[in-house]
């Protein structure tokens, strides 16, 4: 296809605020799909992962491709979560525009700053979506009042400064080039996808020079084995070709395009050549990495690699050594937990890893990052423990310096001040506290990602689950005093055994337990949260003793108030230095690191 005739745009976003519907509209209105496939009647359908169904959230960036009038559209549905944002930085080099989809409401958020100023410096021509706007409290012109200013703040040059602005409703698969007067008109996508053909800018690529690529993402499957991604910068792209790859340090491999493919809807569609300008799949490729270059055999020229932010949050992972280790898992050896870290790091380009004796220090970009990659593992039948997460921190010009991140909530306005106590607690400093129509109110707060540990658990038990919170990386800043200590101590069960009620209802005498009766405890499990500063550690395997005299009460039924049971993240947040999270595909328990209790 002549380059001409090609479209690589990029959907970017701050977390829901529509993105991803977007594209589900393209799909459904580019008749990609006929009108009896079950796609037609499926929601979130670039959401193909079951945790990105779970939790709503696009983990993963996605290749899907469109045609309208005749022209080829790549789309790359990227994620809005900052955590993820590595998946932004290095999908963005294969786009020449963006739809920056903005909520009609909200207004740009913090992860909105990030991605709309990676895209900027890449050049690319943006041109913005305000979706929702037929909520109840949609602030139409004051959101494009706010745009501008971010658009202000962020551009090199004036020329970004001018950007077209459309109106939608995603979930309805409607688009306006103005404000409709009534939400019912009778609309399609058609504004959107006409706007990508007149701004978006046909790739500019090379078609008579020797072929050259850069890889940008990776993806693997039983058959084929690995995928080499990206976007042809020169020269045209045949199967059985001699190729060379050239990675980061200059080392060069001479091997073939075995097959080769473009995106074609969801799927791939295998062709025997592949056009400059557009977005393809190489297969055969054993020992390719993102950031390399792939390049004709006879002109082995490198592409400038794809520069990633460094991570800021670390965890050390080792094999389960509790005394149910091996119950539960498939996947219980070190040895096997180091392969599938190994392999999650050629596709994750944000994590890294480095051995510490037994274990290895996995790094992310933060909590859910790492968190996500800690449920696939359960979820493939993985049994690991793992430590606290620690923050990575720099000595930049001698002096020991930690993340700062911006920290956005967004909660019902009578749950306030009880976050805003929360946040000072942490030593975290109020940049905006600003009350909403709907009766909920918005802070932007920065503080250190040491003090964020834990936070999304604290603020969703103050606002009963209500705290939205997104974080940001700002900047490395000097290290700051300890903080307090931010948890009581734990109840700690003191003898092998299956936990009973009237063991249990010794411990909610003092604090809230963790398990249900008929559990099973190990010494040094962790059962409950205490009261108090302290650990306590307790039998709640004993049994009540029999007597042949009977009390007034002692046939009435214990009534145990129900066990507090955690989420993963939740788990992550809870343990202190001294504790492990023991994970397999059925249980998360919380122990000590020393089992032994003297």
Known sequence: MDKANIRNVAIIAHVDHGKTTLVDGFLKQSHTFRDNQAEMNQTLIMDSNDQERERGITILAKNTAVHYKGVKINIIDTPGHADFSGEVERTLNMADGAILVIDAKEGPMPQTRFVLKKALELGLKII?????????????????????????DLVEDVEQLEFPIYYSIAKSGKAWDHVPSDFTEDSDLTTIFEAIIKYIPAPVADPNGPFQMLV???????????????????????????????????????????????????????????????????SGLKNICIGDTIADKNHP?????????????????????????????????????????????????????????NAYIVSGRGELHLSVFIENLRREGYELEIGRPRVITKVIDGVKCEPLEEVNIKASAEYINAIVAEIIKRRGSMILQEEMSDGTAMLIVEMTTRATLGLRSELMNVSRGTAVINNTFLRFVPCAGTLPKLRNGVLVASEDGKAVTYGLNNAQ?????????????????????????????MNVAKEKKLTNIRSSNSDIAVILTPAKIMSLEECIDFIAEDELLEITPKSLRLRKTILAHK
């Not at 398990?515 to 550690?537: A, H, R």
């Open 128 to 152: 913005v979506v305000i979706n929702k706007i037929d909520k109840k409290d949609a602030r139409i012109e004051e959101i494009k009042e706010k745009t501008a200013d971010l658009f202000l």
């Open 216 to 282: 940008s993402a990776l993806d693997w499957d039983d058959y084929l084995g690995k995928y080499g991604i990206g976007k042809i910068n020169r020269g045209i792209a045949r199967e059985k070709m001699p190729i060379t790859i050239l990675n980061n340090n200059q080392n060069k491999e001479n091997t073939k395009i075995d097959q080769l493919f473009v995106n074609n809807g969801l799927k791939r569609e295998r062709v025997a050549s592949a056009s400059p300008g557009d977005i393809i799949a190489i």
């Open 301 to 357: 020229e490198a592409l400038p690699s794809i520069s990633i932010q460094e991570p800021t949050l670390s965890i050390s992972f080792s094999a389960n050594t509790s005394p149910f280790a091996g119950r539960e898992g498939t996947f219980v050896t070190s040895r096997q937990l180091l392969e599938r870290i190994q392999k999650e790091l050629e596709t994750n380009v944000s994590m890294k890893m480095e051995i510490e004796g």
């Open 509 to 537: 005498g003092r604090g809230i337990t963790f398990i249900e009766p008929q559990t099973q405890v190990y010494k040094g499990m962790i059962v409950g949260l205490n009261k108090k500063s302290e650990d306590i550690y």
